[in-house]
């Protein structure tokens, strides 16, 4: 499988995943489950993207608000492994500001990098840590091979199949693909750094009523101590701890300056709201700030232009695809890039959406996948379905879908992501414990 050609080494797989967020290490997973040879690149020395560099700390919308359930599979997986290492909280179900149910799991970010450092490990699939993109070259509409940039040098990766799963679509962009424009008065979502607080004292935090809440934001808010409105927390398990979600930085993450400078802003806005917590929150006055994320959690980036873009109205008016491979209930929740408000569309109680196969599929390349939050979706869309349930059962779907391009390859013949036999690939999911309705 590896030999050395001049001073650069080759590796050749079925399927190259690059970026090992919740997406890319779920597709990772998923493929090598199929029997395919993978290689999974993550730029961290650990797997997880925004889910643990950027402790996010909570999966959100599992179900309808009436209680069907719409995502499971792999992303269950994940929450029963979390529980034996007594790494998740019990499923919880709550009402919004809004009147509506939502439901999460809080887990401990640290625990994650356990769980899906054995799942890449047990499926046999090949992690390639700290080893960050370099370039993709192509032969017409195929991506022909990557390079990665290792501790040991530029590393050659020749796959059957690409599956982007780098959140900014990094291997697609190098790929020529095309990408999807912002609308007029869109704006990119803003990132946030998240920080970790306590101890609390949640017999009197958790006793705070949803006004009692809202009116203490505001008040933080309008003094400046808080960049927004809102002290959105998860639970640590087994700890007196919260990850605190309330920071603001209206950058583009892909922008190499704005995203050093918002990493250092956001430390400040992070331990601006921790002293206006601890001083002004009941519960919490004995709390200091004792970590903040590795990263700033980054909500929006690129979204590539794939065979179908899927639209905020076939949410909202739920499209039976007949490619679907997830579905999904979270609803349209955009952080405007300024203030301190959030622009939300819930959903009714039984509602729930699809996501198509074809919106995976980069409009220009025969033998790559988009997974995550960069798939093919608007701005308003990718509002509700970049949550990381969904983007696990993407991702599941997605590396089902390369392993199988991969295996179909014939002689002279290479993958083609478009020649996945749609039915097979809805069947495997099913039979993986997907939920595809
Ligand atoms: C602040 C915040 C709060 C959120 N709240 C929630 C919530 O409560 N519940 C919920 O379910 N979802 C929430 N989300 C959304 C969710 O976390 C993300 O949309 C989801 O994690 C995206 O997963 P991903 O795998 O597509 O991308 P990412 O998590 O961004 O993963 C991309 C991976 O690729 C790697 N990578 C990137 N570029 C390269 C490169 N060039 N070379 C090598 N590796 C690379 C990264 O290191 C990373 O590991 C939130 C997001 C943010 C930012």
């Known amino acids: 499988m590896n030999k ?118 047990e499926a046999g699939v090949q992690p390639l840590l700290h080893a960050s993109l370099l370039d993709v070259q192509c032969e017409g509409r195929r991506v022909a091979g990557l390079r990665v940039l290792t501790k040991g040098g530029v590393l050659a990766l020749r796959p059957a199949v690409l599956v982007d799963a780098s959140g900014d679509m990094d291997a697609l962009e190098q790929a020529g693909a ?83 400078g918002a990493e250092i802003e956001g430390r400040r806005q992070a331990w601006k709201a921790a002293a206006f917590i601890a001083a002004s929150v009941p519960g919490c006055g004995n709390g200091r700030l004792r970590a903040f994320g590795t990263q700033v959690g980054v909500r929006e980036t690129r979204r590539v232009e794939g065979d179908h873009v899927l639209t905020a109205a076939e949410l909202l008016e739920p499209v039976q695809f007949a490619d679907a491979i997830a579905a999904g209930a979270y609803p349209i929740d955009i952080h405007p890039a300024q203030g301190g408000s959030l622009h939300y569309v819930p959903m009714d109680d039984d509602h729930a959406y699809q996501i198509p196969y074809r919106s995976l599929i980069p409009g220009a390349l025969d033998n790559a996948l988009g997974v995550g939050r960069g798939i093919s979706a608007s701005h308003e869309a990718l509002a509700a379905i970049r949550v990381m349930t969904i983007s696990m059962a993407v991702g599941h779907a997605a590396g089902i879908a390369a392993a199988m391009a991969a295996k179909a390859a014939g002689e002279g013949m290479g993958a083609q992501v478009r020649a996945v036999p749609v039915p097979a690939l809805r069947e495997a999911l099913l039979r993986g414990g997907a939920v595809l309705a």
């Not at 998740?88 to 450092?117: I, Q």
């Not at 095309?178 to 946030?192: I, M, N, V």
């Not at 400046?224 to 603001?248: C, E, Q, T």
């Open 178 to 260: 095309r990408f999807l424009e912002l609308g007029g008065g869109e704006a990119l979502q803003p990132a946030t750094m998240m920080f970790r607080f306590g101890p609390i004292d949640f017999e009197r935090f958790g006793a705070l009523s949803k006004a009692e809440l809202a009116e203490l934001a505001a008040r933080g808010y309008a003094q400046g101590g808080l960049a927004r409105a809102a002290l959105h927390s998860s639970r640590v398990p087994h700890s007196d701890d919260a990850w605190f979600n309330i920071s603001r930085l209206a950058i583009d993450a892909t922008d190499p300056m704005a995203l050093g």
């Open 4 to 121: 050395d050609i001049g001073t650069s080494r080759v590796v050749e797989a079925d399927v190259v995943v690059c970026g090992g967020g919740v997406a890319g290490t779920m597709a990772a997973v998923a493929a090598a489950r199929q029997g395919a040879s993978v290689v999974l690149v993550e730029r961290y020395g650990f797997l997880g993207g925004n889910a643990t560099a950027g402790a996010v700390a909570q999966f959100n919308s599992w179900q309808t608000g009436n209680g069907r359930k719409v995502v499971a599979g792999l992303a269950d997986e994940v929450v029963e492994r979390l529980r034996r290492y007594g790494g998740a909280r019990e499923h919880d179900r709550f009402v919004m500001s809004t009147g509506h149910h939502m439901d999460r799991v809080e887990y401990e970010p640290e625990v994650l990098k356990l769980v899906l450092d054995d799942m890449v490990a």
